[in-house]
C-alpha cells in the first residue's frame, strides 16, 4: 500500500510545473557556469594561482572538468535548498488548501502511511534533482573540459588529487550532497504539515536556513556549543572528500547529524499529521 501510494505522490510531484523549475535552474545555472569558464576560464584560473607561480610550478591542464565540478559544487549547494523546498514544501499544506487531503483520509490507508509515502517521494524527488546536478557538473564538465588533476585551496594550503583518485570522492561528495538536502526536505515537509497554505513552509524553510547559516559562521565562544548540531554547519562536509588524507571520522559525524535532523523532522512530523484535523 505504501509503495503504491508513493508511487501516486510522486506523479503528484511530477504533473505540477514547479517541480521542473529545479531541474530547469540547475541547467541553465550551470550551462552559463561551464559556458563562462569555457570562454574565459584561462583568465580565471591564472588569477587564482598568481600568488602560487612564484613558488610552485603548474604543468597540465588546471581548467578541467574536475575543477569545474568542484566549483559548481560549492556555489550551488547553498541555493539548491530552494529549490526543494519549494516542491516539497508544498506536499501536505498544498493539498490540505485545496482540499484533497480530507479525501485521502477517508480511504482505507493509515496517517502514517499517507505521511511516510509523502517523505518517500520527496525524497525520491530529492534524489532527481541531485542526480541532474552531479550529471550537469560532474558529466557534463567532463565532456566539455576534460579530465586532469584537481588543485584545491583548503585551511591546510594547496592539494593537488590526481586524476584517477577522484571518481569515487565525487560519487560521496554528491552522496552527501544529498543527505543535506534530504534534511532539507525533512524540515520542509514538517513544515508543511504545520500550515495550511503552501507558501508558509517554503518560507519557514529558508529562514531556519538561513538563521542556521549565520550562527553557524558567527565566531562567538556562546554559540560554539550549538554550531556542531546544525545541519548547515554538515552542508559542506562534501569539501573534507578532498582533503588528504580524507578526515573519516568528521565526515561519519556530519552524517549522523544529517540522519538525526531527517529522523527528527520526520519524527514531528508524522506525530503531527496524526494530530492534525483534516477531517472538516
Known amino acids: 500500500m505504501i509503495l503504491k501510494n508513493t508511487i501516486n505522490e510522486l506523479i503528484k510531484i511530477l504533473s505540477k510545473p514547479r517541480s521542473y523549475i529545479g531541474f530547469a535552474a540547475l541547467t541553465v545555472l550551470i550551462a552559463v557556469i561551464l559556458l563562462a569558464m569555457k570562454a574565459d576560464g584561462e583568465n580565471f584560473i591564472s588569477f587564482v594561482t598568481a600568488s602560487f607561480e612564484q613558488t610552485l610550478s603548474f604543468n597540465g591542464d588546471i581548467l578541467n572538468g574536475n575543477l569545474m565540478a568542484f566549483i559548481i559544487l560549492q556555489m550551488l549547494i547553498i541555493h539548491v535548498p530552494l529549490l526543494v523546498a519549494l516542491v516539497t514544501g508544498d506536499l501536505v499544506s498544498g493539498e490540505a488548501a485545496m482540499g484533497t487531503l480530507r479525501m485521502m483520509a477517508t480511504k482505507p490507508i493509515s496517517r502514517n502511511a499517507i505521511l511516510t509515502s509523502k517523505l518517500l517521494a520527496g525524497a525520491i524527488y530529492t534524489f532527481l534533482l541531485t542526480a541532474w546536478m552531479a550529471f550537469m557538473a560532474y558529466g557534463i564538465g567532463q565532456w566539455m573540459f576534460g579530465a586532469g588533476d584537481l588543485i584545491v585551496l583548503n585551511n591546510d594550503g594547496l592539494v593537488i588529487i590526481p586524476a584517477d583518485d577522484i571518481a ?113
Open 168 to 280: 569515487w570522492r565525487y560519487v560521496y561528495s554528491f552522496g552527501l550532497a544529498y543527505l543535506s538536502l534530504l534534511a532539507i526536505a525533512a524540515m520542509s515537509i514538517c513544515f508543511s504539515v504545520f500550515s495550511d497554505n503552501s507558501i508558509g513552509p517554503i518560507v519557514s524553510t529558508m529562514a531556519v536556513i538561513i538563521f542556521f547559516t549565520i550562527i553557524g559562521t558567527l565566531d562567538v565562544p556562546s554559540l560554539s556549543y550549538v554550531q556542531p548540531f546544525l545541519m548547515t554547519t554538515h552542508m559542506a562536509a562534501w569539501r573534507s572528500l578532498f582533503e588528504m588524507p580524507v578526515p573519516v571520522g568528521d565526515i561519519l559525524t556530519s552524517v549522523y547529524v544529517l540522519i538525526a535532523h531527517i529522523l527528527g523532522f520526520s519524527g514531528l512530523a508524522l506525530w503531527k499529521f496524526n494530530k492534525k484535523d483534516i477531517n472538516t
